[in-house]
Structure formats: structure tokens, C-alpha cells
């Protein structure tokens, strides 16, 4: 039944400060805005070794009211270092949601809450290089030449 993740959505208040502050991060632009003239609703952004999307929606489209705290699911990307990436997402001013847990064979997870109050997991995943070995061995992580 499930297949794949296909986009994740996060919401802010000041869509023009998360998309900079999404761009800064991944090091790209998005790739589509809505509207293409007038203040943006949607900023959607491609990222990774499927391309998965990653969208960020103005907070004025949320489909239910805001919750006081962080909730949700934790939806983690793949990082070949979980702990510097968890201190590199802190140094641009994200805040902390889990710190780095090491965790049974190699794996490990931490999560941030984003400056617009999403929650942002990051993870070293050995099944996610592992599976990319048996599609594509250029696609392994650099971590493991």
C-alpha cells in the first residue's frame, strides 16, 4: 500500500524566512513556487538521492490549527554524520527536540525543532546505504570510502 514518501509538508508563519532559511540549509533553491507572481503560498524543494520533496507551506494554509508544542510525526533524512548535523542544524538556530541518541547496530537519531516550530529529524541509517548499494554503488555514502 505504501510505496514511497512522496512530499513532506511543513507550514510557517513567515514562508519567506523559511524558504531562505531551508535553501541556506540544503544549498539549493526551490525548484517550484506557487503563486509565480504575488506574495509565495508553496516553496517546494527536491532533495536527496530519490529527489524526495520537501514542501513549505505559508501557515495560512494549514489544514488544522497549530498545536501549542511540538507534535507530529518525526520524519528523519538520512545524514552521514547525525551528530554534526544535529550541532550544524543548532548553529543555524534550530532548537532542541532530541539530542543524538546512539542507537543498536549503527544507527543513530536526533531531531530539532526548526526556527518556524517544525519538527526535524536527521538519522545515520545503515539499511538506507545499504539499499542504496544494491541500486546504484555510486549512490554510497562518501562516509564509507
Known sequence: MLRGLATISLFADNLPAAVTWYSELLGIEPYFVRPVEGPTAYAEFRIGDHQHELG?????????????GASGAVVYWHVDDAHAAYADLLARGAREHEAPVDREAGFV???????????????YN???LDMLGTRNPALRSRADD
Not at 513549505?56 to 501549542?68: C, G, K, L, N
Request: proline share 13%.
Open 56 to 68: 513549505i507551506i505559508d501557515s495560512r494554509y494549514r489544514p488544522h490549527p497549530a498545536a501549542s
Open 109 to 123: 537519531t536526533a531531531s530539532v525543532l526548526d526556527p518556524f516550530g517544525n519538527i526535524l529529524g536527521v538519522m
Open 126 to 128: 545503515p539499511h538506507y
